[in-house]
Each structure stands twice: as C-alpha cells, then as structure tokens.
Nanobody, 118 residues
Framework: QVQLVESGGGLVQAGGSLRLSCAASGIIFSTSWLGWFRQAPGKQRELVASITRGRSTNYADSVKGRFTISRDNAKNTVSLQMNSLGPEDTAVYYC????????????WGQGTQVTVSS
C-alpha cells in the first residue's frame, strides 16, 4: 500500500518561509519521479516543482528562485523549501509520485494547507 504523508504546512506572514516534507512508503522511492502540486480555492491544481530519479528539477515560473525541491532517498522523503512567500502562494499543497514524470501521478498525499497572510 502506497502512502504519501505531507507535513510542514501552516500560517506564515508574507515574506516568510516554510518547509514542506513528504514521507513515502510502499513505492520504490529511489527510482520514483516526485512532485509537489498545489491547488488554491477556485483554481486548477498546478505542478509547482518536481524532481526526477536523477535529481533533475523543474519549477513553475511563479516559484522559480523562491522554492527548492529536494529528495532524500535514504529517508524516503521529498521536501519543498519555500522562501519569500506571498499571499498568492496560499493553497493546499500535495505531494505526488509516479514511475515517470507526469501531470497525473498515480499516488497522492492528503495535502497540507499553506496560508500566507499579507
């Protein structure tokens, strides 16, 4: 059974930072593609950042230079460091995984709320 469990969300003031973590089990983590998506109220879910098995990273234009995705294969965790947060970053953030890069991953976490106050 695959489980992805996010942590680290919360309320932060604009300009602040948060670090999200996702602990995975039930998958071959070291060879998995991993992504962080977010969905704000009334908006479509979007891919924020992703990292391949070879540690190549990709970011949405809106977060480039502010967010950093990383993976720890020894701990089966993927993290998202978010700096210079703004109200536009308010959303539910989801960790996702699959064997290959995809906009429709097979496995999802339950989501963690990030709220940025102005």
């Amino acid at each position: 059974q695959v489980q992805l469990v996010e942590s680290g969300g919360g309320l932060v003031q604009a300009g602040g930072s948060l670090r999200l973590s996702c602990a995975a089990s039930g998958i071959i983590f070291s060879t998995s593609w991993l992504g962080w998506f977010r969905q704000a109220p009334g908006k479509q879910r979007e891919l924020v950042a992703s990292i391949t098995r070879g540690r190549s990273t990709n970011y949405a234009d809106s977060v480039k230079g502010r967010f950093t995705i990383s993976r720890d294969n020894a701990k089966n965790t993927v993290s998202l460091q978010m700096n210079s947060l703004g109200p536009e970053d308010t959303a539910v953030y989801y960790c996702a995984a699959d064997r290959i890069p995809t906009m429709s991953p097979s496995y999802w976490g339950q989501g963690t709320q990030v709220t940025v106050s102005s």
